[in-house]
Every structure is written in structure tokens, then in C-alpha cells.
């Protein structure tokens, strides 16, 4: 509802200042009775506007009695026609109470605004036939306000452009529309003419634009499109079919229009219709003069639009399904049908969420950008004034200060050789000091470079250990690989790898304190430094335990090579088939010494460990189950 008061105030506004002939912001009541009076009572008030006063010639006692009658007859009339456009009820009590008889002098536009908006604009609603408002209010302020220059538009486009302007004009008096708003609709214009948008036309324009002002006014905007600047080489007739496109879909709602073939319901004939998609509705007409409506197709978030293959000779179809009813549409080629499709998928989304068209809701955006960035600017204003009156107040305390030092300078003329002896000898102290600090800061410099030069090599030492790490992760990738190929050896290998698995989680960890400790601050340096030593003790045993894993795990890869030897002098030398499933499935077992002890027999020869031993082992696995 906001809204909507707020653009019916635009209008009234500009058939207020209409009538403000002296420009002081009040209006005579006679004229502002009258602002929606039939068009013999606008024309007679128009006249009046060439006189100083509108009643300044009625200086008579009989014209004084014909303006009191004028008076009170223009008090019903307005409230009569402003309730009729708007389609609220009428309340003449309302009115006679608000502006008696004995309330004279003329009516500010602050004066009037209370009965407007407590007695009509609080009751309107989105019923009225907006176009009529916006012509009364047009027909009031167009002939004192429309350039005398020839015009390359109609009145009619040029009424059109005064509508567009309250659409996009900013929300505060008096109207204008931004540098912003201007280049959105000229652009709107052009797509509409079918050319390119020049922008750097665009930009000159707004370099000779008038400094002093924020924007244009709706006659300033109006004679910008009239005179062709943005439109040359366009005829009348293009430019006015596009200010009707924008105005359309800017004013009208209109999201697409066009003409397509339509499936009747009763009589099953196709018939071509002018169709209007707008926000929640889809009218068809019998041409685009919209004077003969055939229909509506009402839209909410429960409709749907699906495709349909050709059939009956009728292409590129398609159905929208509404609740009580299902319409058949035929487009003119698949680019149209997509486009409608498209469209009414749209508008469909946007009842779903509640949001507005496109248009407003970018429109709203904008507003909001242009507010957050003023707030900004005023923000910014306001902390530069803040710190220039505080420069003002920090010069006004030094001239105080320069005054005391003046001062204290005249009072110490006879201290002053004293002062300069203390001078010198402070200098001397100073210098002094000076190269003592020097010097310090020289060796503290000395023994940062020592420090970083030692954190570099030990950097680089956990550098190569993690080179070294990568390469141990490659080396244990590869002898994965080579245990999935025999089950026997990765057995045997299990424990190793296991083991070398914790140690290289110990690694880790060290090699994390590591890190943190090098990121600690210089005062720990010396306490971390007595841990690291500490730990690369320890990082050494790792680093010889681990040796010693990889000479036991090289040592077992020996092993597996001599099996895999005497596993390929087997192939070559027996062709059995228990042979060749040994050795793709990977059942050789590697052979190893065993003990002088009885060894256990398999299908494939003695087995790799006693029965002693294998009990043993057995064993120590259910322990470590139990334990887990």
C-alpha cells in the first residue's frame, strides 16, 4: 500500500506545482479544489495561471460572491472526482470538516497532504484504472510545463515518457530522475529501436550535465527523448513503437505480447489472438489494438507450461494447465515457442515466490544501491567533517601552545647560554649513546643473521626429511604392490611395515613439533632449541631403526627375487597346470633356511616354518585379537 500511495502522490505533485504560479510552495484553495475537475473546469483554471493570484481580478463584491461559490462548488467536485477515479467512497461530511469556511488563505502542500492521505489515499485500492489518474493529473500540468520547442514525439509518447519518469524518479520532492535512471531507460529505448547503445555518446552527455543538479525533471527527461539526440536515424513511427514497448512493460506489466494461434473449447478451431503476458494473468485479444478481449488465462503458482509434440499440421506447440482448464497454444516458429515457454515458466516462478516483476524488483535494487552508496557518502561527509573540526581544534590548541612557547621563549632569553651548554653536553651524551646503540643493534643484528642462517639449514633438514619421507612412501607403495603379487612374502613383511607404519607416525609427529617449534617466539628460542636437539637424538634412532627395517625389508625382497628365480626356472622347466596357478594367483611361498627342526609339508614342498613355530605365532595373533 505504500507503494502505491507513493505513486499516486508523485502525480498529484506535479498537478500541485502546476498550479503554484509564484513558486512559494501554496496553492489557492480554488486551485487545489479543482486540480480533478472535469476538462472545462481544467481549462478555466488553466487560464487563470497567466494572472499573478489565480482569483487577483475578482475584485468586486459580485466576484468575490462568485468565488465563494466557485469555492464551494469546486470543494465537491474535486472530492466527487478524485473519489471516482480512485474508486473510494465519497464523504463530503469528511471534507466540509477539514476545510471550513472561515479556515482561509491559501494551501500548502504540507497543509493539504493530511486530508489527502486520511480521507482518499488510505482507502484506495489496486482497483482504479491507473492510466485515467495519470491523464487528469497530465492534463493539468501539461501546458505550463511542456516545452514550446518542436518536438520529434507526440504528445501521447511525451505523456507516456511523464509516466515512465514518476515510475523511475527518485522518492523525494521535487521529483527528479538520476544520471542512473536515464541511461537505464534510453537503453530500454534503443533495444526497443533495435540499434546499439552508444555509451560513450551517453557519457559525453553526462559530462555537460549540469553540475548544480542531481537529475533531470520530467520536462527536462521529456524534451531529451523529443529532440532525437539518442535516436537519430530512427522515423517517428519507430521511436514511438518503442517508447510504447517500454512503457508497456514498465507501466503496464506487460513481461511479453505477441500474436499466436489459440485452440478454442468447445468448438476444438484454432484461431489467431493477441496475447499479453503480464505478472499473474495471460489476456488474448482479437488484435493488438486491445479494444476486443476474448479471454483470460489466469496464472498462480499452481499452473505449469509443458511442451507439445506437432500434431493436427499445427507446429511448434505448446499447453499451459491451469486449474479448472487447459490451453493449447500454436507460436509462429520454435524460437517464439521457446520464448513463451520461457516466459510463462517465468512468471510462474516469480507467483511462487512472492516476488515482484522484473522490472520492479530491479528497479528496487537499484534504489537500494543509490541509498547504501549516499549513506555512504553522507558517512564519509560526516567522519571528514568530524576530522576537520577536529583539525580546527587541534590548530586552535597549537596556537595556544606557540603563544605559551612564545611566552616561555621571552621569560628564558636570559636562560638560554646555560640552556645551550646543557645542550651540548646532552648532545655529546646523546651521541654517545648512540654509537653504543649502534653497536648493539649491530651484534643483534649478527646474531639474527646466525639465528636464521641456523633456522634455514634446519628447514632444510626437514626438508630433505620430508623428501626422504616421500620417497619411503613411493618405496612402500611399490612393495605393496609387490606383496599383493605373493601372499606369502606380504605375511612375512606385515610386521615390518607395521612397525616402520608407527615409526613414521612418530616421524610425523616429530617433524609437526618441529614445525610449531619454529614458530615460536625469539624469548623461547633457546628452550626450544635444547628440545630440538633432544628430539633429533630421538629422530636419529628413528631415522637408524628405520635403516635397519629397510635392511630387514631388503633383505625379505632378496628372498622374494630368489623365489621369483627359482618360480620362472620352474616355469620354463614344467608346463603343469598346478604350476601356472601358482604362479598367477601368487601361492609360491619363498622359500627361506629353516630351522634343523621337522618343517611341515604342503602340496608345494616343506613349508616356511615349524609347527613349533607356526603354534607360536598363532598364538601371539590371538593375543594381540584379545587385546584389540
Known amino acids: 500500500m505504500g507503494s502505491?500511495?507513493?505513486?499516486?502522490?508523485?502525480?498529484?505533485?506535479?498537478?500541485?506545482?502546476?498550479?503554484?504560479?509564484?513558486?512559494?510552495?501554496?496553492?489557492?484553495?480554488?486551485?487545489?479544489?479543482?486540480?480533478?475537475?472535469?476538462?472545462?473546469?481544467?481549462?478555466?483554471?488553466?487560464?487563470?495561471?497567466?494572472?499573478?493570484?489565480?482569483l487577483s481580478h475578482l475584485g468586486s463584491p459580485c466576484c468575490s460572491l462568485m468565488a465563494c461559490i466557485l469555492w464551494t462548488a469546486l470543494q465537491r467536485v474535486l472530492s466527487h472526482n478524485l473519489c471516482t477515479v480512485l474508486k473510494v467512497p465519497h464523504d463530503p461530511v469528511a471534507l466540509e470538516e477539514h476545510f471550513r469556511d472561515d479556515d482561509e488563505g491559501p494551501v500548502s502542500n504540507q497543509g493539504y497532504m493530511p486530508y489527502l492521505n486520511k480521507f482518499i489515499l488510505e482507502k484506495v485500492q489496486d482497483n482504479f484504472d491507473k492510466i485515467e489518474f495519470n491523464r487528469m493529473c497530465w492534463t493539468l500540468c501539461v501546458k505550463k510545463n511542456l516545452t514550446k520547442n518542436p518536438l520529434f514525439i507526440t504528445e501521447e509518447d511525451a505523456f507516456k515518457i511523464w509516466v515512465i519518469f514518476n515510475f523511475l524518479s527518485e522518492d523525494k520532492y521535487p521529483l527528479i530522475i538520476v544520471p542512473e535512471e536515464i541511461e537505464y531507460l534510453l537503453k530500454k529505448l534503443t533495444e526497443a529501436m533495435g540499434v546499439s547503445w552508444q555509451q560513450e555518446q551517453f557519457e559525453n552527455y553526462k559530462i555537460n550535465f549540469d553540475d548544480s543538479k542531481d537529475g533531470l525533471s520530467a520536462w527536462e527527461l521529456i524534451e531529451l527523448v523529443g529532440n532525437g539526440q539518442f535516436s537519430k536515424g530512427m522515423d517517428r513511427q519507430t521511436v514511438s513503437m518503442a517508447i510504447n514497448e517500454v512503457f508497456n512493460e514498465l507501466i503496464l506489466d506487460v513481461l511479453k505480447q505477441g500474436y499466436m494461434i489459440k485452440k478454442g473449447h468447445r468448438r476444438k478451431n484454432w484461431t489467431e489472438r493477441w496475447f499479453v503476458l503480464k505478472p499473474n494473468i495471460i489476456s488474448y485479444y482479437v488484435s493488438e489494438d486491445l479494444k476486443d478481449k476474448k479471454g483470460d488465462i489466469l496464472l498462480d503458482e499452481n499452473c505449469c507450461v509443458e511442451s507439445l509434440p506437432d500434431k493436427d499440421g499445427k507446429k511448434c506447440l505448446f499447453l499451459i494447465k491451469c486449474f479448472d482448464k487447459t490451453f493449447e497454444i500454436s507460436a509462429s516458429d520454435k524460437k517464439k515457442k521457446q520464448e513463451w515457454i520461457q516466459a510463462i515458466h517465468s512468471t510462474i516462478h516469480l507467483l511462487k515466490l512472492g516476488s515482484p516483476p522484473p522490472h520492479k524488483e530491479a528497479r528496487q535494487r537499484r534504489?537500494?544501491?543509490?541509498?547504501?552508496?549516499?549513506?555512504?557518502?553522507?558517512?564519509?561527509?560526516?567522519?571528514?567533517?568530524?576530522?576537520?573540526?577536529?583539525?580546527?581544534?587541534k590548530q586552535q590548541e597549537l596556537e595556544a601552545v606557540r603563544k605559551k612557547?612564545?611566552?616561555?621563549?621571552?621569560r628564558a632569553a636570559e636562560e638560554e647560554k646555560k640552556r645551550l651548554q646543557t645542550q651540548v653536553e646532552l648532545q655529546a651524551r646523546f651521541s654517545t649513546e648512540l654509537e653504543r646503540e649502534k653497536l648493539i643493534r649491530q651484534q643483534m643484528e649478527e646474531q639474527v643473521a646466525q639465528k636464521s642462517s641456523e633456522l634455514e639449514q634446519y628447514l632444510q633438514r626437514v626438508r630433505e626429511l620430508e623428501d626422504m619421507y616421500l620417497k619411503l612412501q613411493e618405496a612402500l607403495e611399490d612393495e605393496?604392490?609387490?606383496?599383493?603379487d605373493e601372499e606369502t612374502v606380504r605375511k612375512l613383511q606385515a610386521r615390518l611395515l607395521e612397525e616402520e607404519s608407527s615409526k613414521r607416525a612418530e616421524l610425523e609427529k616429530w617433524h609437526l613439533e618441529q614445525?610449531?617449534?619454529?614458530?615460536?617466539?625469539?624469548?623461547?628460542?633457546?628452550?626450544?632449541?635444547?628440545?630440538?636437539?633432544?628430539?633429533?637424538?630421538?629422530?636419529?634412532?628413528?631415522?637408524?631403526?628405520?635403516?635397519?627395517l629397510e635392511l630387514e625389508r631388503k633383505q625379505a625382497l632378496e628372498q622374494y627375487e630368489g623365489v621369483k628365480k627359482k618360480l620362472e626356472m620352474a616355469a620354463k622347466m614344467t608346463k603343469s597346470w598346478k604350476d601356472k596357478v601358482a604362479h598367477h594367483e601368487g601361492l609360491i611361498r619363498?622359500?627361506?633356511?629353516?630351522?634343523?627342526?621337522?618343517?611341515?609339508?604342503?602340496?608345494?614342498?616343506?613349508?616356511?616354518?615349524?609347527?613349533?613355530?607356526?603354534?607360536?605365532?598363532?598364538?601371539?595373533?590371538?593375543e594381540k585379537k584379545t587385546t584389540e
Open 515 to 548: 614445525q610449531q617449534a619454529i614458530q615460536t617466539t625469539e624469548a623461547e628460542k633457546q628452550e626450544l632449541e635444547n628440545q630440538r636437539v633432544i628430539k633429533e637424538q630421538a629422530l636419529q634412532e628413528a631415522l637408524e631403526q628405520l635403516q635397519q
Open 367 to 393: 534504489k537500494e544501491l543509490r541509498k547504501k552508496l549516499l549513506a555512504e557518502q553522507e558517512e564519509l561527509e560526516r567522519q571528514m567533517k568530524e576530522l576537520q573540526i577536529a583539525n580546527e581544534n
Open 405 to 410: 612557547l612564545e611566552e616561555a621563549a621571552s
Open 590 to 622: 619363498l622359500i627361506e633356511p629353516g630351522s634343523k627342526n621337522a618343517h611341515l609339508i604342503t602340496n608345494w614342498g616343506p613349508a616356511a616354518f615349524t609347527q613349533a613355530e607356526l603354534e607360536e605365532r598363532q598364538k601371539s595373533w590371538k
Open 480 to 484: 605393496r604392490q609387490a606383496r599383493q
Open 4 to 54: 502505491l500511495k507513493d505513486e499516486l502522490l508523485k502525480g498529484i505533485w506535479h498537478a500541485f506545482t502546476a498550479l503554484d504560479l509564484d513558486h512559494s510552495g501554496k496553492v489557492s484553495k480554488s486551485q487545489l479544489k479543482g486540480i480533478f475537475l472535469t476538462q472545462g473546469l481544467n481549462l478555466c483554471l488553466l487560464h487563470w495561471q497567466g494572472d499573478s493570484s489565480p
